[in-house]
């Protein structure tokens, strides 16, 4: 947690980079060219979170959901556990996802905020490795699914036992190419 609010304004700048400059960006060329960054809520580091994940077991088999895109078409994921953590006094929990044939996690959510103030099917966490066995959540890193920004891509949506009832007011919010 040291150092972390110059870490998520690295973070920050490292994706707007990303974003206007990257051929992979999911923004067409004349887009990047007017691209002035993309939109976050101020950091709150409250909404930063370091915890154990109760793991799945994975014997006899290891549990596989799949979750719908916004194409329809369906991605499948083995169920890897759950990160149970505190916001405003209240206990919330979050399935983690492993992608078939990759080593990352995969924390799709949705929360008050969706469709509204970000994204409508919800937005990614990243997870960080901590010492002990245990990750860093921290919502100030949650982000947009390439889908927001240009309807070619291919999104899993979050599903409903990732929907949280309150906001989570952190991270980017829904973007606005007109600003």
């Not at 609010?5 to 400059?21: C, G, H, Q, S």
């Not at 920004?149 to 190419?177: D, H, M, Q, S």
Request: contains cysteine.
């Amino acid at each position: 947690m040291e150092r972390r609010v110059e870490k998520l304004k690295a973070f920050r700048e490292e994706r707007d980079t990303f974003f206007r400059t990257n051929s992979r960006s999911p923004f067409t060329e004349e887009q990047r060219k007017g691209f002035k960054g993309l939109l976050y809520y101020p950091i709150d580091l409250s909404y930063a979170m370091v915890g154990p994940v109760e793991k799945y077991p994975r014997d006899p088999k290891p549990i596989y959901v799949t979750l719908p895109t916004n194409k329809g078409k369906d991605k499948r994921y083995v169920k890897f556990g759950r990160f149970p953590f505190r916001v405003r006094g209240k206990t919330h929990v979050l399935q983690i996802y492993r992608p078939l044939a990759e080593d990352g996690f995969f924390v799709p959510f949705k929360d008050a905020t969706s469709d509204t103030e970000t994204h409508r099917e919800g937005r990614y966490l990243f997870i960080e490795q901590m010492p002990a066995g245990k990750v860093l959540i921290d919502f100030n890193r949650a982000y947009n699914p390439f889908c927001e920004y240009n309807e070619k891509y291919t999104c899993p949506v979050a599903p409903a036992e990732n929907w949280l009832e309150i906001p989570i007011r952190a991270g980017e919010k829904r973007f606005r190419y007109d600003r």
